[in-house]
């Protein structure tokens, strides 16, 4: 008899996924379903957006589920469906709004942290964090993808890179792009902290 799926480990809930346990692919489901969604959020800014990609990206993993390479972590292969779901849905919903729009839809209000101050300091909290969704969206898609699963995915080079599956210093470089490019958008916020 095996484990109850919540004590198993991610590895081992995935090579029972892989066998067609639903169980144990909705066990990792759960597990992972934050993570994705807070990675397709930062991707797309709307949280409409991002529950659409992040379903999407779920489907499209179990429907795949046999081209996760074994001793691949699952959360960097579904972090690279997510991404990618991500990025489809964007040009999908591009094709009817502009970017413009985009960015003024959906503030993610419900994935802001609360601020423990007054009023204040929670609208100027939530101004900032405002102007930093806006400065990662503004981000080329490519950029943005890499420093989304590093800062907001907390995976490391080595997992980006075999997640993006491209080369590691192809993530070091897009990442200090990135970096340097939020850093002048936020110069103004920068000062301020």
């Known amino acids: 008899m095996s484990a109850a799926p919540s004590t198993q480990t991610e590895a081992s809930l995935a090579a029972a996924a892989q066998r067609g346990d639903l169980q144990a692919y909705g066990e990792l489901a759960a597990r992972l379903r934050a993570g994705v969604v807070n990675v397709v959020y930062r991707m ?17 993993a179990w429907q795949h589920l046999g081209s996760c390479r074994p001793g691949q972590p699952f959360r960097a292969w579904i972090y690279r469906i997510a991404v990618n779901a991500a990025l489809d849905v964007l040009r999908r919903e591009r094709r009817l709004v502009s970017l413009e729009d985009l960015l003024g839809r959906d503030t993610g209000e ?14 100027e909290a939530r101004q900032q964090a405002e102007k930093v969704r806006r ?33 590691l210093g192809t993530v070091m470089s897009r990442l200090n792009s990135a970096r340097s490019q939020l850093r002048k958008a936020l110069a103004g916020i920068l000062e301020e902290i």
């Open 44 to 60: 797309c800014g709307d949280a409409r957006l991002a529950e659409e990609a992040a379903q999407e990206a779920f489907l499209r």
């Open 110 to 123: 419900d994935c802001l942290p609360e601020s423990s101050g007054g009023p204040e300091e929670t609208v």
């Open 135 to 167: 400065a990662v969206l503004a981000l080329p898609p490519a950029s943005r993808s890499v420093l989304v699963l590093r800062e907001y995915g907390g995976m490391s080079y080595s997992e980006i890179a075999d997640a993006l599956e491209i080369p």
